[in-house]
């Protein structure tokens, strides 16, 4: 090949401006005597370029690290494995099927949960930045990144409160008597007392249409909530308060100095609950009427799995349980070195997680079973609380009718709960303070750690008011589940169809020199897209006015949440014109396909290893070879 044509066809993709002009000065300069190879001449102006100019390089800033590879596993553990592995796992199985429900959810996770963790963490991890700059990929989908940190921050406001309602348990865990086995004089007839001793009425006729002690506990006492929100949310409880301003100040202290600090505590947060775990499922097992709960759980009912509900379940669990498309992994994996051998935390990972949600299952219907036994039920299914019922309502009864040491396991049960929040809590925390680290690198952690800990103890006071759950369970709904499907939708689309399957193997082939089977792909580009795509119809077509405990709520708390929800997927629209819009040339078609391609600096953020990725990514397209149409070349080529 003649230099001429060397020199014309050496790409000046992803170089900023200054590399165009120094590079294009040297090739004015250089004067040749004779014809070189072509990728021999390529090599040597790059690395004058980088000798001479090496300060205007992208890295900018040093990125924070892990301090060991391990701490990334243990991070993701604690993230995925959270409270809704202990206690909405076995309720949403129970819900749909049972045991039935095991084979659509592990459906679910070969071809949704799996593919699309591992696609994050590659994401994270290939370009070191957070996930607002990992949408340099596609930057007309930033709005993608900019929508999931939206979802990510409302769900720490409320997952806080919830580690809240679980502090007040432990802390009255330590009481001489359990305080939701006795009934208060004010809960009047109604309350069935749930001690030890068994349910405990005066009047027999009311047994069946009473409440539980545990149940007007957790009602009356620590939640003070009202039949509906006719007048209004009410005021905060100062006993709550003081639980949340605990959950935030062990937030804030474990965010301290940033993934060091809670790198080394992800040790703790992910081993300790399987301790408690397996404690548990001990004494679960040795419980009167134990076996019958658990064989209840997993006991199939076949005809669920025509049902489209049972899958639309198991997606969403699977969803929240791995928390994928929340923008949590891809800042994770981007603290990883740059040729981690990721792919086998991923299987790690997304095993474990499936796992304990089945141990979890295993445990609480153990104990559900032994409170049907000790009540002379025989529908297990009527002593189940739903959702956060399940674990203050349901188990605390379960509990208090342990005849050794009630307050010992109480303690253990939520104080497992606590770790399990806390682990998945630092995640989103994390997420949403490296957004602004990466923004503004003169921060220092600790500041962010207590700034974001301030704003999310003062948006946590509404759940903290009487009608906090009503206000939780809309913003649950509004606010992440169905903002975070549509913006996991656009996130598989960018990087699968605009950046292409074909090239993310290519780029996961340069860091990790490991060939992508056809399983990833074709999960990648149909399988997972598509079975989110039907989830999202399912959604809409079968939507109903949100209702709390059978309750509907007022028309302006409707229009809260779907202001709640446009303000997450405006992102989307608005993020994509204003990339359109910062494009240089003319007319706006040009801008759109510009905004369509990575940016000039997307690639490892180190110098050299960018240096390398530029000749790998000239060396492919040099011998690129299409095979068959776009779509098959995409996901085989």
């Known amino acids: 090949m003649h230099c001429s044509s060397c020199i014309a066809r050496r790409s000046y993709i992803n170089m900023d401006s200054k590399q165009f002009a120094k590079l294009k000065r040297m090739d004015d300069s250089i004067k040749l005597t004779k014809e070189k190879d072509c990728a021999v001449y390529t090599t040597e102006v790059l690395e004058m370029d980088n000798s001479e100019d090496e300060p205007e390089q992208p890295m900018a800033t040093e ?10 596993l243990f991070s993701c553990i604690a993230l995925s494995v ?29 071809l949704v949960g799996r593919p699309i963790y591992y696609l994050e963490v590659i994401m994270g991890q290939f370009s070191s930045r957070g996930c607002i700059g990992a949408f340099d990929i596609a930057p007309i989908f930033k709005g993608v990144a900019f929508g999931q940190v939206y979802s990510t921050a409302l769900a720490t406001t409320y997952y806080a409160c919830i580690m809240a309602l679980t502090i007040r348990y432990l802390v009255v865990s330590f009481s001489e008597v359990l305080p939701w086995t006795y009934c208060l004089t004010e809960w009047g007839a109604q309350c069935l007392a749930t001690g ?35 007048e209004g949310l009410g005021t905060p409880s100062w006993e709550m308060v003081m639980c949340l301003l605990v959950t935030w100040i062990i937030i804030a202290l474990t965010l301290f100095k940033g993934i060091r600090s809670s790198g080394k505590a992800s040790y703790f947060l992910a081993l300790f609950p399987y301790v408690i775990m397996l404690i548990l499922l001990v004494r679960a097992l040795t419980l009167p009427g134990a076996w019958n709960g658990i064989i209840y759980f997993i006991q199939p009912q076949w005809s669920q799995l025509l049902n489209p509900h049972v899958w639309y379940a198991a997606i969403t669990q699977m ?59 025989t529908d297990i299914s009527k002593v189940v609380k739903g959702g956060a019922g399940l674990a203050f309502i349901s188990y605390p009864e379960a509990i208090a009718k342990f005849k050794y040491l009630p307050q010992m396991f109480a303690v253990l049960f939520f104080f497992m709960l606590l770790v399990l929040g806390i682990g998945s809590n630092i995640g989103m925390a994390s997420c949403v303070i490296n957004v602004v680290k990466d923004r503004f690198p003169h921060l220092q952690h600790w500041q962010l750690a207590i700034g974001a800990s301030v704003v999310g103890f003062l948006c946590g006071l509404v759940y903290m008011t009487p009608g906090g759950q009503f206000v939780l369970n809309l913003v649950d709904f509004y606010g992440c589940t169905f903002i975070a499907l549509v913006m996991a939708i656009a ?25 992508t089977g056809f399983y990833w792909r074709i999960c990648w580009a149909i399988m997972a897209p598509g079975l989110m795509f039907l989830v999202l ?10 209702t709390y405990k059978g309750v509907e709520y007022p028309e302006s708390a409707y229009m809260a949440g779907w202001l709640i929800w446009g303000l997450g997927v405006a992102q989307l629209p608005f993020w994509a014109l204003y990339t359109i819009y910062q494009q240089p040339g003319h007319g706006f078609l040009t801008k759109f396909r510009l905004a369509l391609q990575p940016t000039k600096d997307w690639g490892p953020r180190q110098p050299q290893q960018l240096q390398a990725y530029l000749l790998h990514r000239q060396k492919v397209m040099s011998s690129k070879q299409r095979r068959g149409g776009f779509f098959f070349d995409n996901i085989f080529g």
Request: hydrophobic share 45%.
């Open 319 to 377: 969803f929240f349980s791995l928390a994928i498309c929340f923008g949590t992994l891809v800042m994770y994996a981007s603290f990883n070195d740059f040729n981690k051998r990721v792919h086998k935390d991923v299987i790690i990972v997304t095993t474990i997680d499936s796992f304990t949600s089945i141990l979890a299952g295993c445990i609480i219907f153990g104990i559900l079973g032994n409170l049907a036994y000790e009540t002379n039920v």
């Open 537 to 546: 119809i399912y959604m809409l077509v079968s939507y109903e006015p949100l």
């Open 63 to 72: 990125r924070d690290t892990w301090g060991k590879g391990v701490e990334f």
């Open 82 to 110: 959270g409270l809704g592995n202990v206690w909405r796992f076995p309720f949403i199985a129970l819900e749909n099927g049972g045991g039935a429900f095991l084979i659509p959810y592990l459906v679910v996770l070969l």
């Open 491 to 515: 996130e598989l689309f960018a990087i699968s169809w605009i950046y292409g399957v074909k090239r993310v193997c290519s780029d996961i082939e340069f860091m990790l020199n490991v060939k």
């Open 196 to 230: 030890a001793t068994g349910f405990n009425s005066s009047n027999t006729n009311t047994s069946t249409q009473g409440k539980s002690s545990a149940e007007l506990y957790f009602t009356q006492t620590v939640l003070r909530e009202p039949e509906s929100l006719d």
